[in-house]
C-alpha cells in the first residue's frame, strides 16, 4: 500500500481524452484524464460515472441543462444520462468507473481509447 500523488501522476502524460489507471478497488478504476475542447455526446446504459475537477473548470452538458464543475467539486452523471464534459481551458479531472466502462459509452470517435493505460 502507497500513497498516491496526483500531482506527480498528471505530470507522466500530456495526451488529452485519454484517461489513465491510477488505481483500482471493488471493481471501479480510478483513473486521470486530461481534457480540453468538447468530447462526444454519449451515455453508459449501466454505470453511473463519478469525475472530480482536481485543476480547471469543466462544464457537464446534458440535453436539458448544463452544470460548472469547478475545482475541487464533483459531479456523478447517472447510468443512461446522455452528456457531454466541454472545456475552455485544459482541465485536469479524476474519474471513478466500473472496470469494464468504455468512455465513449461506445460512440465512435477519433479520441476512443479501446484500453486505459496503467501510470
Known amino acids: ?12 502524460f500530456t495526451d ?4 489513465k489507471i491510477i488505481a ?3 471493481g471501479q478504476d480510478v483513473k486521470l484524464a486530461k481534457i480540453q475542447g468538447e468530447f ?15 485543476h480547471g473548470r469543466m462544464t457537464m452538458e446534458f440535453r436539458d441543462r448544463k452544470t460548472e464543475v469547478g475545482p475541487g467539486e464533483i459531479i456523478v ?15 485536469w479531472i ?3 468507473e466500473p472496470q ?11 479520441r476512443m481509447v479501446e484500453r486505459c493505460e496503467h501510470i
Open 1 to 12: 500500500m502507497n500513497t498516491i500523488n496526483l500531482q506527480q501522476k498528471f505530470g507522466l
Open 16 to 19: 488529452q481524452w485519454s484517461p
Open 24 to 26: 483500482q478497488l471493488n
Open 40 to 54: 462526444v455526446w454519449h451515455a453508459h446504459a449501466e454505470q453511473d460515472e463519478l469525475f472530480l475537477v482536481v
Open 77 to 91: 452523471v447517472p447510468k443512461g444520462v446522455e452528456h457531454r464534459p466541454v472545456t475552455t481551458e485544459e482541465v
Open 94 to 96: 479524476m474519474l471513478f
Open 100 to 110: 469494464e466502462i468504455h468512455h465513449t459509452g461506445g460512440v465512435a470517435d477519433d
